[in-house]
Nanobody, 130 residues
Framework: QVHLVESGGGSVQAGGSLRLSCAYH????????MGWFRQASGKEREGIAA???????SYADSVKGRFTIALDEDKNILYLQMTSLKPEDTAMYYC????????????????????????WGQGTQVTVSS
């Protein structure tokens, strides 16, 4: 069993920064992909950043150049460093993980990972004011 717990959300002004953390608890596997999704009110969930067991990362165009994903394997924590935040970044942010021999590659994780696959956290709210 795998359990993901997000933290680090909050309110910030436009142009500011936040770092989200996702603590991973449970079994590990040689192949995996992990990442961050977000869902704004009234909008569909969007995959924004992912990293796989090859160390490859992938980003949605909406956050490329502003957000950075990183995995600390020693601490079992997935991070999302967010800079130059915009009001349109306001959303609930979710951590997700695909832990399996057939885990997605990072770029596929963003578009093919669904809520009935793998593991998901409960989310952390990010609010960016103008």
């Amino acid at each position: 069993q795998v359990h993901l717990v997000e933290s680090g959300g909050g309110s910030v002004q436009a142009g500011g920064s936040l770092r989200l953390s996702c603590a991973y608890h449970g079994y590990r596997f040689a192949t995996y992909s992990m990442g961050w999704f977000r869902q704004a009110s009234g909008k569909e969930r969007e995959g924004i950043a992912a990293i796989d067991s090859d160390g490859t990362s992938s980003y949605a165009d909406s956050v490329k150049g502003r957000f950075t994903i990183a995995l600390d394997e020693d601490k079992n924590i997935l991070y999302l460093q967010m800079t130059s935040l915009k009001p349109e970044d306001t959303a609930m942010y979710y951590c997700a993980a695909d832990i399996s021999p057939t885990a997605f590659e990072a770029y596929r994780f963003l578009t093919e990972m669904t809520h009935d696959l793998g593991y998901w956290g409960q989310g952390t709210q990010v609010t960016v004011s103008s």
